[in-house]
């Protein structure tokens, strides 16, 4: 590996990698849209002039059509839309300068006639504009614009939005560390029946400061006689379309000997230009391909025995299409998903974190892709003459927010590490642009991707031997975390127990996992489990960990009835109306819970087997989130049962 991962240094080029970030960034790649197709079609036409094998598959964007349990979408165009303020004149919004101006996903409208324009200065409390005529006007609100549109729109009859809303990060930014810049904003619709098909505009919080003030002094002025109206006025275009049309998927491929195939990720998607998130991760899976193919082109590396294939993506939708229709996947042995992996690592711009696997999928691949990135950060050598690495990164636990989640639930079976950046300070703004990308810290990213892929695409009993040595240091590391809860306060002698159980299950099937992909003398494997139970023993017995057995108050055992995450528990609602009651009773434990609701479905959904009762999954959810669940365990469970999704055995 050591090799290897020299000649990758030499061979990955910063700049090649920043170039694909600015063409990749050139397109308006919206999911479902010309834009994002565009930008499929440059990314084959860079494979096809590199030789490498490529092609692009399409799927159905309409609502009737759901992949695995989610639905899509229609496409959506997007030629032109403006937003100008009457009196004063002043231009607010550009498409065609700025296509993050208008909110994604808005239907046409055009009121170049003009229509009024009603500052909601109370936030969204509808009983405070109960006097107030919406009925045919716009209105201008300051927070996140969603929980307007069935009041606001639907009920009351206002046919647009105006926000500057910009989404405020604890730690990492506020309003006015993006005072400038416009907030990525987008209506996802599900096209039911009484849908509104309303339209939006956004702001930069700088120029809504200047609305909002604008719009008080007309009501002041119409207050004190020196005006007909308290609005003021505004007047726009909104030049697109939603129909029946397509996604896709670009896949590449390195083919190998084998039938057996190692995945790169990465999604495609987002508005003009959105660069770390996420030109830079698909700008790392076309360089890794490149970089792979020239040094066995060159005879400095054997061929690859497995294929090494990268899949471009829209984000969640296009993995659900996928692997809704690819029983290739099975042959998958491991994979890595790359998502926002080049920020400059200056003021907000996080390290290069590789996310774990889930407890519920325990796999090699977990120290295998960590032991990647410890390679990739032998960059240069400091006084002494050791490699360190100049590139800020991490290994951190699982956690969501990208397609490795859906290759790493059980019933897909791919276990997948993610590669990404957080935190960064441009993320889902118009200010994410090609000057937040470091060439450098990309190229550390390709590095370490393209050293699992290629390690794995060629594992050998030697490579074997430094994974292991990899998996003692991160078992090692997961033990000193649970102890320092302890001494913290944060556990007590018996949770204590209950996360080094957990724990332990990890790493002895992580090992067990080998045999999959590899044939493995059995001493060797004896021994690597031996260690683990080893040294979880002498942690118990140094932190006074007391096993109790679990109670088991809930019995009750659910399997679940399908693959893959559910994306939208509200679109599988739809399907079932009597089921409403059940959903809202969810999400209000949830709230009460204080818990991300995406990380709690994501994992519970992981552990609905077939096999653990109601107790036993509400357990292990709180191993992998030091939180007790029972309540929004049984709540999700009914729930899924009555959405025809889970079954109790």
């Given amino acids: 590996m050591k090799r290897i991962n020299e000649l990758l240094k030499q061979t990955v080029s910063p700049k090649r990698l920043y170039t694909n970030v600015k063409e990749v960034s050139s397109f308006h790649r919206i999911q479902a849209s010309t834009g994002f197709r565009a930008a499929a079609n440059y990314c084959k036409n860079v494979f096809d002039q590199l030789g490498i094998k490529s092609n692009i598959i399409s799927y159905d964007a309409d609502p009737d059509v759901w992949y695995l349990q989610n639905k899509m979408f229609l496409e959506w165009d997007l030629k032109d839309a403006w937003l100008k303020l009457n009196e004063p004149e002043m231009l607010l919004c550009d498409a065609q300068a700025e296509p993050i101006s208008v909110i994604q996903k808005s239907y046409p409208a055009d009121f170049t006639d003009g229509v009024e324009l009603v500052y909601l200065s109370e936030g969204n409390h509808p009983e405070k504009y109960a006097d107030i005529d919406l009925k045919g006007k716009m209105i201008f609100v300051r927070d996140a614009f969603n929980g307007y549109v069935d009041w606001a729109i639907k009920e009351r009859g206002a046919i647009g939005i105006v926000t500057d809303f910009m989404r405020t990060v604890a730690g990492i930014r506020t309003r006015n560390d993006l005072y400038e810049s416009l907030n990525y904003t987008s209506f996802w619709w599900t096209h039911a029946e009484d849908e509104p098909k309303t339209f939006g505009f956004v702001l930069s919080p700088k120029m809504g400061d200047q609305l909002a003030a604008l719009c008080l002094k007309r009501k002041a002025d119409y207050e004190e006689g020196n005006q007909e109206s308290p609005y003021l006025t505004v007047s726009g275009k909104v030049d697109t379309k939603l129909y029946p049309g397509k996604i896709e998927v670009v896949e590449a491929v390195l083919p190998g000997e084998t039938e057996e195939e190692v995945l790169i990720s990465a999604h495609l998607c987002h508005p003009k230009s959105s660069c770390n998130d996420n030109a830079s991760g698909v700008s790392a899976s076309i360089e890794l391909l490149r970089s792979l193919k020239s040094l066995m082109d060159s005879g400095k590396i054997e061929r690859n025995k497995r294929t090494i294939k990268v899949i471009l993506i829209p984000e969640f939708t296009g993995t659900f299409a996928y692997l809704s229709d690819h029983e290739t996947h099975k042959k998958v042995v491991g994979a890595m998903n790359l998502d926002m992996v080049g920020g400059k690592q200056t003021r907000f711009y996080g390290p290069i974190t590789l996310t774990s696997l889930p407890n519920s999928t325990p796999s090699f691949i977990n120290d295998l892709s960590s032991l990647c990135l410890d390679y990739a950060a032998m960059e240069v050598p400091n006084l002494g003459g050791q490699l360190v690495s100049k590139t800020n990164h991490t290994f951190e636990s699982f956690s969501g927010g990208s397609d490795h989640i859906v290759f790493s639930d059980p019933t897909i079976g791919v276990p997948c590490c993610m590669l990404g950046q957080w935190p960064d300070l441009n993320y889902h703004t118009a200010t994410d642009t090609l000057d937040v990308i470091d060439p450098e810290v990309l190229a550390f990213s390709c590095r370490t991707a393209a050293l699992f892929a290629y390690t794995l695409s060629n594992l050998t009993q030697n490579h074997l031997r430094e994974v292991q040595n990899k998996a003692h240091v991160n078992l090692s590391v997961r033990l ?62 140094y932190l006074n960990a007391e096993d109790i057995e679990l109670k088991i108050d809930d019995p009750r055992i659910f399997e679940r009835t399908y693959r893959g995450p559910i994306h939208s528990l509200k679109d599988c609602s739809d399907l079932y109306p009597e089921s409403k009651q059940l959903l809202r009773g969810y999400q209000k434990t949830i709230e009460q819970l204080g818990v991300s609701a995406h990380q709690f479905e994501t994992l519970i959904q992981y552990y609905l087997d077939g096999k653990r009762t109601v107790s036993e999954v509400a357990h292990v959810l709180y191993c992998d989130l030091q939180i007790e669940c029972v309540e929004a365990v049984q709540k999700f469970c009914e729930l899924l049962e009555g959405l025809h999704l889970a079954v109790q055995k």
Avoid: C, P, Y
Avoid at 486 to 515: C, M, P, W, Y
């Fill in 480 to 541: 000193k975390e649970i102890a320092d809860l302890v001494l913290d306060g944060g556990l007590n002698s018996t949770q204590a127990a209950a996360l080094l159980k957990h724990t332990e299950n990890f790493f002895v099937r992580s090992i067990e996992d080998v045999q999959r992909v590899l044939s493995v003398n059995s001493d060797f494997l004896e021994k690597e489990v031996n260690w683990v139970h080893q040294s979880v023993r002498q942690m118990k017995e």
